[in-house]
T-cell receptor, first 112, second 111 residues
Framework: DQQVKQNSPSLSVQEGRISILNCDYT??????FLWYKKYPAEGPTFLIS?????DKNEDGRFTVFLNKSAKHLSLHIVPSQPGDSAVYFCAASPNTGNQFYFGTGTSLTVIP | NAGVMQNPRHLVRRRGQEARLRCSPMKGHSHVYWYRQLPEEGLKFMVYLQKENIIDESGMPKERFSAEFPKEGPSILRIQQVVRGDSAAYFC?????????FGPGTRLLVL
């Protein structure tokens, strides 16, 4: 049972525009959320996180929004750059332990 | 501070052989996770370990796969009698109880 879902397997965006990647979860016990970026043939790298006490966290061009009532989070990249082209995974962790649950990833392509 | 180390980076095995994948967590991290990424698929959780303990192995296949994280030394993911379907990228991650940090992965190819 997939507790963290990324329903869009791929997304294409023009350079300079906004990229919005979405993630939904089902477990109300999740209280910490992370986004990872993965290039081919490399391990995922941590990008940005948010705890459930916040609804927004910003780091440079990257902003994560959390809507707890909808069990939805999104990653906004503004402005998008060709180097942002990668697979993005969202992940969630419950307040009851140290496990992490990953989505299946969204492949972002930023077109120059 | 060295990141998560995995070796080997590439491993080729014939069907029926054993594969051993090693993972050294980041310094100070006592939580290790193994994931598998099959071609064209996302990351699949396999097992979560702390030193000398398996915490959650709900993602591990019931046969041929085992994992350990001894008191000293790296975590080992062991696959016995490999089959072609085991060909995948295997990623290890370690955490400081907030964020997981991933290694570069081991790409296993079973001929």
């Amino acid at each position: 049972d997939q507790q963290v879902k990324q329903n869009s397997p791929s997304l294409s965006v023009q350079e300079g525009r906004i990229s919005i990647l979405n993630c939904d979860y089902t477990n109300s016990m999740f209280d910490y959320f992370l986004w990872y970026k993965k290039y081919p043939a490399e391990g995922p790298t941590f990008l940005i996180s948010i705890s459930s006490i916040k609804d927004k966290n910003e780091d440079g061009r990257f902003t994560v929004f959390l809507n707890k009532s909808a069990k939805h989070l999104s990653l906004h990249i503004v402005p998008s750059q060709p180097g942002d082209s990668a697979v993005y995974f969202c992940a969630a962790s419950p307040n009851t332990g140290n496990q992490f649950y990953f989505g299946t990833g969204t492949s972002l392509t930023v077109i120059p | 501070n060295a990141g998560v180390m995995q070796n080997p980076r590439h491993l080729v095995r014939r069907r029926g052989q054993e594969a051993r994948l090693r993972c050294s967590p980041m310094k100070g991290h006592s939580h290790v996770y193994w994931y598998r990424q099959l071609p064209e698929e996302g990351l699949k959780f396999m097992v979560y370990l702390q030193k000398e303990n398996i915490i959650d192995e709900s993602g591990m296949p019931k046969e041929r796969f085992s994992a350990e994280f001894p008191k000293e030394g790296p975590s080992i993911l062991r696959i016995q009698q490999v089959v072609r379907g085991d060909s995948a990228a295997y990623f290890c991650a370690s955490s400081d109880e907030e964020t997981q940090y991933f290694g570069p992965g081991t790409r296993l190819l079973v001929l």
